[in-house]
């Protein structure tokens, strides 16, 4: 046993801290010559035509969402289950949200609950886009939910954020873009840091440009043309800003660490599916009081192991179980609170009944699941499990 697991945590070994340190010692600390490096091993890793870096998912989730062209008076569909960012990065640019109910069992939203979403959109606004989220490292039905987008003139911009690793994600056959975190608990990490990847040349030019203030340096693009060509030649100093951005720079020293820790990404993916097997063997005599969420060993990031407990079959209470488990070294976590319930959505949106949400969210829990766990730790976790279980 290695002390006490969280539910998830980073795998940082020396090579990591030297290509940091080396990173450190070089002539650039931001924009220098590891961003395109980390961008083209992103894009290689992932099956992408064009990886962009930035210094979150949420600011990768923003960027996506402006790129779609997503604003005031227009509407985009979140799912429930996921993290605030996923529906922060749509009222971020100033769009509405429409929040979509998920299947009970997986979280996942499906076509059905994405077009029952889309005839709940708000009339006066324009239905421009969806967000599906590969809740856990599941991967939605893509091309099912991609036929309903299409059919409305809708974008499918993927939340990729826990399916980094999972084969195809991140090529967007589907979709216009996908959006991944390398925060701590994620596949890699960077500490801070995201990545959109899209297959549109011209999408990823637009984020790489809003993503550094709205700034432009190619001379093509000039507009102020008496100013930016004094000499007939572009002056080497001139930039032009044709719509305001941000400052969602990954820095190079962060992109050093991505780059290697993305050569470890195989390695890191298929420890976290040992550990899924093994959970799945281990915990499938606790049906049906707990059961794992079922995956049908459909392909699968295991970003999050994620279990569903009957806490009130089981006489207790989903806090209780939690600390009994903290008390034997077991960390847990519950992904998520459905967003839809935040004072600000309610306060914005009314009182929203999505019962496949909140069917997931009452029996959801979170147990450890990250490469550096060892067997004995699994079979600890899953020993707790039943000892709780069966005694509660
Ligand atoms: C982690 C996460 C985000 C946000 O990523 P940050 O890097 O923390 O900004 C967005 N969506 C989902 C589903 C996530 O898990």
């Given at each position: 046993m290695t002390g006490f697991l969280p539910y998830g945590r980073q795998t940082i070994e020396d090579d990591d801290v030297a290509a940091v340190a080396a990173a450190l010692r070089g002539d650039f600390l931001t924009t220098g010559p590891k961003v395109e490096e980390y961008e083209g091993a992103f894009a290689r890793a992932t099956g992408a035509a064009h990886a962009v870096a930035c210094n979150s998912g949420t600011a990768a989730l923003h960027l996506a969402a402006l790129a779609a062209g997503l604003g005031p008076g227009d509407a985009a569909v979140v799912p429930a289950a996921t993290f605030l960012a996923t529906a922060n990065a749509v009222r971020m640019t100033g769009a509405e949200v429409v929040f979509a109910d998920v299947?009970?069992?997986?979280?996942l939203m499906t076509a059905e609950t994405l077009a029952a979403a889309l005839a709940r959109a708000p009339r006066d606004h324009t239905a421009r886009a969806a967000l599906p989220v590969h809740l856990n490292g599941q991967v939605c039905d893509m091309a099912a939910l991609a036929a309903v987008a299409r059919a409305k003139g809708v974008a499918l911009i993927e939340d990729a954020c826990h399916a980094l690793g999972v084969e195809g994600i991140g090529a967007t056959p589907h979709a216009q873009s996908a959006c991944f975190s390398t925060h701590p608990v994620k596949a890699i990490a960077t500490a801070e840091g995201g990545v959109v990847t899209t297959a549109d040349a011209d999408l990823a030019a637009r984020m790489r440009s809003l993503r550094s203030h709205g700034m432009v340096r190619e001379p093509d693009a000039f507009t102020d043309r008496a100013r930016a060509f004094e000499d007939g030649e572009a002056n080497p100093w001139w930039y032009e800003m044709p719509e305001v951005g941000w400052n969602y720079r990954l820095p190079d020293v962060l992109c050093a660490l991505g780059v290697s820790q993305l050569a470890k990404l195989d390695r890191f993916h298929r420890r976290r599916v040992e550990i899924a097997r093994r959970y799945d063997a281990l915990l499938a005599p606790l049906f049906p009081r707990l059961r794992p969420v079922p995956h049908g060993n459909h392909p699968h990031g295991w970003h999050i192991y994620a279990v569903l407990v009957e806490f009130a079959a089981l006489g207790t209470t989903r806090a209780r179980f939690m600390a009994a488990l903290r008390a034997e070294g077991v960390g847990t976590q519950v992904h998520y609170i459905p967003v839809h319930l935040q004072p600000y959505y309610r306060k914005r949106y009314g009182d929203l009944r999505l019962p496949g949400a909140e069917a997931y969210y009452a029996r959801c829990l979170s147990i450890p699941l990250f490469p550096a766990m060892t067997d004995e730790d699994v079979r600890h976790v899953a020993d707790s499990l039943a000892r709780l279980v069966g005694s509660a």
């Open positions: 299947d009970p069992d997986t979280g």
